[in-house]
C-alpha cells in the first residue's frame, strides 16, 4: 500500500469520526483537528472562524443526523482536499437549522504529523 492510500484512508477516517463528533456534540474532536487559522463557510453563507464553529457546538444546536453517503479525496504534498455528499440534519430547539443533502470541501494541511483542517466550505444542495 503506497504512502498515498494511507494518507487518503486516514482522511477518509477523519471525516467519518469528525460527523460522529458532530452527532455527540463532542466539541473537542473539532478544537483538535481545526488549525487556530481554520476558516468554515456555514451553508448560510457566514464565514466563521475556529472559536465561531466551536461556539456554535456548545450552544443547544442539536445535530440529529449526519450521514456520509460520497466522499473524494486529492493529495497534494502535505495538503488534503476532501470532497464530501451527504445528509444534515441540525436543529435548534423546535427550529429546524439544516435538513437534507449537502456538499463539503475541507481542506486539510500536515502541521507536525497531524492532519489539521485549515479551511471547509458546506453548501445545501438545490433541490431540483
Known sequence: MGVHSQEEQALTK???EWAKARIKGDSSYTRR?????CTIVWPDGRIVNKRGDLESMTGDIVFSEFK???LQVRLYGDTGIVVG??????????QDLLGGKFVWTDTFVEQGGQWKVVA????PVLEK
Open 14 to 16: 477523519i471525516q467519518h
Open 33 to 37: 483537528l481545526e488549525a487556530e487559522d
Open 68 to 70: 456520509i453517503h460520497h
Open 85 to 94: 455528499e451527504g445528509i444534515i440534519k441540525a436543529h435548534k430547539g423546535k
Open 120 to 123: 471547509s466550505q458546506i453548501t
